[in-house]
């Protein structure tokens, strides 16, 4: 890794701390330190560093954007069930200065009716569902993409 190396953020809404646990036959047996070492091996391959938070807790989520919002090449992230409820980390990601990219680990349009809307869609770069937990791995190479084509942006 080199010094200074842009930094993607990937950010963990509430019950993700509980994969491998709950359901699953829905959200697969890798936990969230499998999920974090796959993001890390990942952004290591892109040329990013890594900063990975997990928060059952919405104003903790929004503090978290509110602090990466000028520091960050990206940011990843799986809202969970925030995805489909709150304006406020959709209002936070607005003001993003980089990209931004959308996870879910299932295909939310082939589950429950309410899964199928996102408060975070329109305002972010792109969303990526249904691939399981390769969907982060999908979402960090496209921010190292889109990071070496911003201008101001060190190339990884």
Excluded at 43 to 63: C, K, P
């Amino acid at each position: 890794m080199t010094p200074n190396a842009p930094v993607v953020a990937v950010l963990n809404g509430p019950n993700l701390n509980l994969l491998g646990e709950r359901q699953p036959e829905v959200y697969g047996r890798e936990t969230l330190d499998d999920v974090r070492q796959l993001c890390l091996r990942t952004a290591r391959d892109a040329g990013l560093e890594l900063d990975f938070r997990q928060s059952n807790h919405e104003g903790e989520i929004v503090d978290a954007i509110h602090e990466l919002r000028h520091a960050v090449a990206g940011v990843v992230i799986n809202a969970a069930a925030y995805t489909h409820t709150s304006v406020a980390i959709r209002d936070a990601i607005a003001v993003v200065d980089a990209p931004v990219i959308e996870v879910h680990i299932t295909n939310v349009h082939r589950r429950e009716a309410f899964r199928g809307h996102s408060y975070l869609s329109d305002v972010v770069e792109g969303v990526i569902v249904g691939c399981g937990t390769q969907g982060y791995a999908l979402a960090i190479a496209r921010i190292g993409h889109l990071s070496a084509a911003r201008p101001g942006t060190s190339s990884p």
